[in-house]
T-cell receptor
Framework: NAGVTQTPKFQVLKTGQSMTLQCAQD?????MYWYRQDPGMGLRLIYY???????DKGEVPNGYNVSRLNKREFSLRLESAAPSQTSVYFC????????????FGPGTRLTVT | AQRVTQPEKLLSVFKGAPVELKCNYS??????LFWYVQYSRQRLQLLLR??SRESIKGFTADLNKGETSFHLKKPFAQEEDSAMYYC???????????FGSGTKLNVKP
């Protein structure tokens, strides 16, 4: 079991460029999440998908879009990258029931210049 | 609105000393509280959750609804406890998690 995988591990973009961060899980989890981690801010939820076919905004959704492609995959798209989106992005998944645990991916370090 | 506050960015203690990482939350409903830990070069992982009332790696945390706190404690810190610790809140029966800003614990030899 690979758990939660993310690609790419590192990315440098120029302002205005677009890109998609990929996330996949092999634990048959229902819920998937995208967070960004910034110094002094902790983890902030960007978007989440409670189950296949649904997506909802988190705390900081502006400038991002998501797609729950199937039960395994949940992608995050930056349509027009901005320097403020420089961050480490984490994908996570969980079974989706009460008191459940989130499993995190290794993270993607994104720099927007 | 719900919020999780970890007032200390960095906590340094000597090996064998007690450690307490503070976490306060604001939420009017019934919260579910968690502690997550990120060791160097490892993924963020669950340490413990309040509903389990268990001790993991010697750490315990008690939910105090009166003080809206969920502090993480360990009586004798070890060097391998050095890591980043995040307190997290989940609204009951919802799938959204709210994380604090994290506390870096440094246990000195």
């Amino acid at each position: 079991n690979a758990g939660v995988t993310q690609t790419p591990k590192f990315q440098v973009l120029k302002t205005g460029q677009s890109m998609t961060l990929q996330c996949a899980q092999d634990m048959n989890h229902n819920s998937m999440y995208w967070y960004r981690q910034d110094p002094g801010m902790g983890l902030r939820l960007i978007y989440y998908s409670a189950s296949e076919g649904t997506t909802d905004k988190g705390e900081v959704p502006n400038g991002y879009n998501v797609s729950r492609l199937n039960k395994r995959e949940f992608s995050l798209r930056l349509e027009s990258a901005a320097p403020s989106q420089t961050s480490v992005y984490f994908c996570a998944s969980s079974e989706g029931f009460s008191n459940d645990e989130q499993y995190f991916g290794p993270g993607t370090r994104l720099t927007v210049t | 609105a719900q919020r999780v506050t970890q007032p200390e960015k960095l906590l340094s203690v000597f090996k064998g000393a007690p450690v307490e990482l503070k976490c306060n939350y604001s939420y009017s409903g019934s919260p579910e509280l968690f502690w997550y830990v990120q060791y160097s070069r490892q993924r963020l992982q669950l340490l413990l959750r309040h509903i389990s009332r268990e001790s993991i790696k010697g750490f315990t945390a008690d939910l105090n609804k009166g003080e809206t706190s969920f502090h993480l404690k360990k009586p004798f810190a070890q060097e391998e406890d050095s890591a980043m610790y995040y307190c997290a809140l989940r609204k009951y029966n919802f799938n959204k998690f709210y994380f604090g800003s994290g506390t870096k614990l440094n246990v000195k030899p």
